[in-house]
């Protein structure tokens, strides 16, 4: 969102964001309609998605935070001078703390996450709890190199837990890996969460929570356009649908028109036939052989793999 001014009254006003509305426009365009997931994350959006966080069908959460201790007490073991962690798409700081209860070198904390307000909020309360850490947030879209503050000379560790990486298709998620190498730099780590595949019926359960809390993260990507853009989309006419694709290896979310109809965005008319869906998110699943050749094809060497409890999810850790 990009601000402006306002030279009679004083105010800063929100304007359009004109990338928002591009992608927008080119995604419901195209002849599969589909917005980019990154969008689900306004102030709203965040707060679903950490009550998602707290489903007990969603085990990807749950599942990964009880691996960090274990993890967390090993790369204690390895990480030994003084460091700087950088946790890619930070959200809500949770995954953070059993890194920095069990390691003593850390002294710097780089989070960047897209969502300003969600992010400021999180970081006021870290450094609460940990007074003596240095936190810097960046607001920016991890997706590009991003320009970090300055590190030192500190052993530098990305991290990115929660399977993030599955949000992106393979070729995002190996140019990620790139990006997440030159940011970090020389003589860097990368720990990340990945989650695995396994029955599509856990998985079903997943994205089909039986409070409907998935199926309004879903549907508030509408809102939001709605609000930022000036579309008249109708939300209760559009349904949550998510499912396994084994031949793909991820979970597709959609939302499907309820019925024929038209919907203004931008100015633009959106014409939607009974039935037809926007593709909202992409969730990749992958074996740990998959994701160690997906991480080597980026440059990274795979140092160490951790499986949580019956192979539910995965951390890997990656050294450049
Ligand atoms: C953030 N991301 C890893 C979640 C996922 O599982 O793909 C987002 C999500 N979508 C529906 N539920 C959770």
Not at 138 to 167: E, M, R, W
Not at 265 to 284: L, M, Q
Request: glycine share 6%; with cysteine.
């Amino acid at each position: 969102m990009f601000y402006t001014n306002d030279l009679t009254t004083g105010l800063i006003s929100p304007l359009m964001d004109l990338d928002f509305a591009d992608d927008v426009l080119t995604g419901l365009a195209l002849p599969q309609k589909q917005l980019h997931a990154k969008y689900f994350y306004d102030q709203q959006g965040s707060d679903y998605f950490d009550q998602i966080c707290q489903l007990p069908e969603y085990y990807p959460y749950q599942t990964e935070l009880n691996l960090l201790p274990k993890v967390a007490k090993e790369l204690a073991g390895i990480l030994t001078s003084d460091c700087t962690i950088v946790e890619f798409g930070a959200g809500s700081l949770v995954k953070i703390k059993p890194l920095l209860n069990a390691i003593n070198s850390i002294r710097q904390f780089i989070p960047i996450d897209i969502s300003g307000i969600h992010l400021e909020m999180a970081c006021q309360q870290l450094q609460t709890d940990f007074p003596k850490l240095a936190v810097k947030p960046v607001v920016a879209d991890f997706c590009y190199p991003v320009t970090l503050p300055a590190f030192g000379h500190q052993q530098k560790i990305g991290f990115f837990p929660g399977s993030t990486i599955g949000n992106f298709c393979p070729a995002q998620a190996a140019s990620f890996l790139e990006n997440a190498r030159c940011t970090l730099g020389p003589d860097s780590s990368l720990l990340i969460g990945v989650d695995t595949k396994k029955s599509p019926v856990y998985l079903h359960r997943a994205y089909n929570d039986a409070d409907g809390i998935t199926a309004r993260f879903n549907r508030n990507i509408l809102t939001r356009i709605n609000r930022e853009l000036g579309a008249n989309f109708k939300p209760e006419n559009f349904e949550h649908y998510a499912f396994y694709n084994a031949g793909q290896g991820r979970v597709e979310m959609h939302l499907v028109s309820t019925a024929e109809q038209v919907v203004d965005v931008f100015g633009s008319a959106v014409a939607f036939a009974a039935g037809e869906s926007i593709h909202t998110e992409n969730s990749y699943k992958y074996t740990p052989d998959e994701f160690c050749q997906l991480a080597r094809s980026a440059g990274w060497q795979v140092e160490r793999t951790w499986l949580a409890d019956k192979d539910l999810f995965a951390a890997y850790l990656l050294r450049n």
